[in-house]
């Protein structure tokens, strides 16, 4: 058996409430290490081609992978998946916190949920036994208050806990799958497939530990990584960074953040936002996921006699990404607001991203005259206005009046509106996008185009990483035929695509292995701990084959789900040049984005005109092998 694993896969028929165990090749573990590829991989095995999503024949696969169990810095991670209720594409989403560490101590290398219990459930998985328990006096709990429930039903306050919110129970197509209360696989609606089988949560404790082939070379690396953090990633480190909300400044100022529904150049009240203030007005304490020294999980507290505005530290604290959907998007700059409609968020299990962008797409439809109050139930999507949020939060949580319109995306909002709507659809492959201005990063926006569960800012390459010397340039040109210096983030053009290549490759293996992407280790690390783990070796192409693997099993299945490179676009309103701002001038190219797009399906040995892995591409990673598909 291959170290990092059990052999084993748990499979639990809901509907049926049976459960048994899969027993795997060590191959497929060699191959697909777990995350991401193993998702990719069973969806296309065992999902019947264009299922509904929201229909008892979804999968819902929650997937650790080899470094879970290990203890090694980082791997505190897991991986979420199934048939996108948001995009009919692959859903793939990652969390960290404690819960898939806990899963792997449990017994097994993945859980694979099928059919639809009856009325609501929840598992119990420990030491390798599994229950089905009623769930009825759940249904309708938030997250902070299912967890409590759990807790005290189980008496173990050590239990970890994976559950959906009122959002999941009334799918919500971006409702999120919410772990340890305040960590969410948060994109693509995991969290509606999980209500859509009457799955309220699924608890895990366990005591058992994976083999680790060669403890000395895993040990290697977490102690350089003791050594290097500090500096490598001092945006991290005790008293110099707390968290990702340090980047909202910086980016606001060089035109990043993206504001207005990405149609204004500047936030100029972004301060009111900014990290340091709400580190100030709000910061209690930092959390931190298995086995990382860094603790960059804030966690806020604000008391007020308006309970509309007291922050509950058990949800800890928004993320940039949080602070920029409520805030900048809708042009909300009163911090206490966007950090309560975090809260709500994660108290009602959404993810903040599509949630925020929702909000910012019906305050434009407003403005234009696409919407009115008569449409809202009195409600006026007002620009700034921080009093909505609250309240389109819960009203998309519970689908209540026009929050039933807001819980099906921008997509299919603009869709209903008509054609006046597509032009402030921001969204790729029905996924809004994130906070990260493509104009900016332009590889980036390549990377939103191509990633297989719509725009994503994860499974992706940020150009300004390698617009000076430092580590990224250190870590990619490891892996160059010629080493490349510094490039501008504006620029598309052959040294860059090749560096996209090796870094997209590079984040879906972290998202297979599983590791947390802020951490500075290189590609050299993680192949010796992926060695050291599993007893097999690993060189750097090895690693980055995983990746190029995850994303070309995930293209099979969006491919035989209908889509094409017709998918792999961009919205036409972040391709076009701001008139004022630092970004003033600068373009997404039509022409230089066809051929980033072109060049990148070459780099894959997918056909350079469709997109669609070719044999080659499929014979030279062993997918034929994996899914014995004929010569």
């Known amino acids: 058996m291959i170290g990092g694993t059990y052999g084993k896969i748990l499979h639990v028929d809901l509907t049926r409430r049976t459960t048994w165990i ?60 199934a048939k996108s209720p948001l995009t009919g594409g692959l859903a793939s989403s990652e969390a960290g916190g404690w819960w898939g560490h806990e899963f792997k101590r449990a017994g097994f290398d993945a859980l694979v949920v099928h059919g639809r219990a009856n009325d609501p459930l929840y598992l119990w ?14 249904w309708g709990l938030t997250t902070a208050a299912t967890e409590a429930a759990i807790h005290e039903e189980l008496e173990d306050d050590a239990v970890r806990v994976a559950q959906i919110g009122p959002a999941g129970e009334q799918l919500v197509r971006y409702a999120s799958v919410m772990h340890d209360m305040n960590r ?19 608890a895990v404790r366990g005591s058992l530990s994976p083999p680790v082939a060669n403890r ?19 945006w991290a480190a005790e008293g110099s960074g707390r968290a990702t909300q340090d980047s909202l400044m910086n980016w606001g100022e060089v035109g990043g953040l993206p504001t207005k529904n990405f149609s204004q150049p500047l936030f100029e009240n972004r301060y009111l936002l900014s990290g340091e203030r709400n580190y100030e007005m709000f910061l209690k304490s930092r959390d931190t996921c298995q086995a990382c020294p860094i603790r960059c999980k804030q966690v806020f507290e604000h008391d007020d006699p308006d309970p509309d505005r007291r922050l509950d530290p058990a ?22 607001a966007v950090a309560k409609a975090n809260e709500l968020a994660n108290a009602y ?36 206005d921080g009093d909505i949020l609250r309240q389109a939060v819960e009203l998309i949580a519970y689908r209540r ?42 590889a980036l926006g390549v990377g939103y185009a191509v990633a297989p569960v719509g725009a994503d800012h994860m499974m992706n390459m940020h150009d300004t990483s390698y617009a000076s010397p430092g580590e990224a340039l250190k870590r990619v040109n490891a892996a160059m035929p010629e080493p490349v210096g510094p490039m501008s983030p504006s620029v598309l053009d052959e040294d860059k695509m090749q560096v996209f290549y090796r870094e997209v490759s590079w984040q879906h293996f972290q998202d297979c292995a599983i590791c947390c992407h802020f951490y500075p280790y290189r590609y050299e690390h993680l192949a ?11 060189e750097i192409a090895d690693i980055l084959a995983v990746g190029e693997r995850a994303q070309t099993l995930a293209r099979l299945f969006n491919y035989r789900e209908g889509f094409t490179a017709a998918d792999d676009r961009l919205p036409k309103r972040v391709m076009k040049a701001f008139e004022s701002g630092p970004l003033a001038g600068i373009e997404i190219n039509e022409q230089a984005f066809t051929w980033a797009k072109r060049r990148y399906y070459e780099l894959m040995a997918w056909d350079a005109d469709t997109g669609a892995p070719t044999a080659e591409s499929l014979h030279r990673l062993q997918i034929d092998e994996l899914l014995h598909l004929p010569d």
Not at 125 to 138: C, F, K, S, T, Y
Not at 184 to 202: D, E, Q, T, Y
Not at 407 to 432: C, D, H, S, W, Y
Request: aromatic share 6%; proline share 6%; hydrophobic share 45%.
């Open 125 to 138: 998985i420990h030491d390798g036994e599994v229950a089905l328990r009623p769930a009825g006096h759940l």
């Open 22 to 81: 899969e027993t795997p090749p060590d191959e497929l573990y060699r191959l697909l290490v777990g995350g991401r590829a193993l998702v990719a991989f069973l969806l296309l095995r065992d999902l019947p081609a264009h299922t509904d999503p929201l229909s008892p024949d979804n999968l819902l696969i929650f997937a650790p992978g080899i470094l879970q169990g290990s203890n090694l810095p980082g791997a505190g991670r897991h991986g979420v998946g």
């Open 401 to 442: 009046g026009f929050g039933d319109v807001m819980a099906e995306g921008v997509a299919r909002m603009a869709q209903r509106l008509g054609p006046e709507a597509e032009e402030f659809n921001i969204t790729v492959k029905g996924q809004e996008l994130p906070m990260h201005e493509p104009r900016l990063k332009q």
């Open 184 to 202: 969410a696989a948060g994109r693509n609606g995991l969290g509606a497939v999980m209500g859509s089988k009457n799955l309220k949560a699924v």
């Open 528 to 538: 010796q701990a992926l060695s050291g783990v599993t007893g097999v070796p690993y």
């Open 349 to 384: 299990g959404l993810d903040t991203i599509s949630t925020g962008a929702s909000i910012g797409f019906v305050m434009e439809a407003f403005e234009r005259g696409l919407l009115t109050a008569a449409d809202t139930g009195g409600l006026e999507f007002r620009w700034g």
């Open 216 to 234: 000395k070379q895993v040990s290697a690396v977490a102690k350089w990584l003791g050594a290097n953090f500090r500096t490598l990633a001092a």
């Open 315 to 336: 949800y800890g604290g928004p993320e940039y990404e949080a602070m920029g959907a409520f805030g900048s998007i809708c042009l909300v700059d009163d911090n206490l």
